[in-house]
């Protein structure tokens, strides 16, 4: 079955330590993005990338760094700049061709807590 | 720039009542409309969507109309179950290259039996 795999479901970070999470697609979806939820504030978008070697920063960047070296993964790095991390990670993939008829999809998150 | 409202939760109900979930909007052109729904401890599930004014999505009995008069895309459901209960998610996308969707802050709904 077609998806997108996150993991691990659950990550600790200690103070100074920069950590990636892990983004996999098989949808075969050129474009793929990271959102950020936290509780009482839904989604915000981090990092966003439509094509391999190419990506663009969101609404909430700071802190955080991608690569985008396959089409099929998307890592996010959160790093000891990001002063706030303790959060739910969400990646999405969804195609380019369709427009609006053509959704995002979701992974099943990675929640990442401070030690 | 665009915006997503949603009633503020949580929503509580009782097993087969009726459900209402208000959704606004503000954006420019003429927005796709969606809705997901997030189950403790997963990522989102796109539940329904619409793409013009008039439209109606619907599945698994839920149901939204896009009211571009009122720029409203609110979520109904005639007979709530416990499995229903979870985060729901009201989002637009307004076009563009970036393929960017604009969400709501999300409402819980718990159902009990």
């Known amino acids: 079955d077609g998806g997108i795999t996150q993991s691990p479901k659950y990550l600790f970070r200690k103070e100074g330590q920069n950590v990636t999470l892990s983004c996999e697609q098989n949808l075969n979806h050129d474009a793929m993005y990271w959102y950020r939820q936290d509780p009482g504030q839904g989604l915000r978008l981090i990092y966003y990338?439509?094509?391999?070697?190419?990506?663009q920063k969101g609404d909430i960047a700071e802190g955080y760094s991608v690569s985008r070296e396959k089409k099929e993964s998307f890592p996010l790095t959160v790093t000891s700049a990001q002063k706030n991390p303790t959060a739910f990670y969400l990646c999405a993939s969804s195609p380019l061709t369709g427009g609006s008829n053509q959704p995002q999809h979701f992974g099943d998150g990675t929640r990442l807590s401070i030690l | 720039g665009n915006s997503v409202t949603q009633m503020e939760g949580p929503v509580t109900l009782s097993e087969e009542a009726f459900l209402t979930i208000n959704c606004t909007y503000t954006?420019?052109?003429?927005?796709?409309l969606f809705w997901y729904v997030q189950y403790p401890g997963e990522g989102l599930q796109l539940l329904l969507k619409a793409t013009k004014a008039d439209d109606k999505g619907s599945n698994k009995g839920f149901e939204a109309t896009y009211r571009k008069e009122t720029t409203s895309f609110h979520l109904e459901k005639g007979s709530v179950q416990v499995s229903d209960s979870a985060v729901y998610f009201c989002a637009l996308y307004s076009g563009g290259s970036n393929y960017k969707l604009t969400f709501g802050k999300g409402t819980l709904l718990t159902v009990n039996p």
């Open positions: 990338s439509q094509i391999v070697n190419d990506f």
């Open positions: 954006a420019t052109g003429y927005p796709s």
